[in-house]
Nanobody
Framework: QVQLVESGGELVQAGGSLRLSCTAS????????MGWFRQAPGNNREFVAA???????YYADSMKGRFTISRDYAGNSVYLQMSSLKLEDTAVYYC?????????????????WGQGTQVTVSS
């Protein structure tokens, strides 16, 4: 059974930094894309960033320059380093993975999902 487990979400002050982690089990994602989405209260889930097996990275425009996605291919993990956090970054952050290479930024482009980790940015 494939599982994606996120960790690292917490309460942080605006302007601060946070690193989210996601570790997959049940199969290897070495040759697949892994990424992050987020969902704020009352909003749809939105794409944050993704990384494919060839180390290409993709970012939502609003996160580019503040967020960095990285992979530990051997460890089947993906990370999201977030800096200069804003109040509007408050959301549940979800880890996602595909059965193949990067397909896009839609939820339907991803086959596996974690349960989410809460990030709250306070003023």
């Amino acid at each position: 059974q494939v599982q994606l487990v996120e960790s690292g979400g917490e309460l942080v002050q605006a302007g601060g930094s946070l690193r989210l982690s996601c570790t997959a089990s049940g199969r290897t994602f070495r040759w697949s894309a892994m990424g992050w989405f987020r969902q704020a209260p009352g909003n749809n889930r939105e794409f944050v960033a993704a990384s494919n097996s060839f180390r290409s990275t993709y970012y939502a425009d609003s996160m580019k320059g503040r967020f960095t996605i990285s992979r530990d291919y051997a460890g089947n993990s993906v990370y999201l380093q977030m800096s200069s956090l804003k109040l509007e970054d408050t959301a549940v952050y979800y880890c996602a993975a595909t059965n193949g290479q990067y397909r896009g930024r839609l939820e339907s482009d991803y086959d596996y999902w974690g349960q989410g980790t809460q990030v709250t940015v306070s003023s």
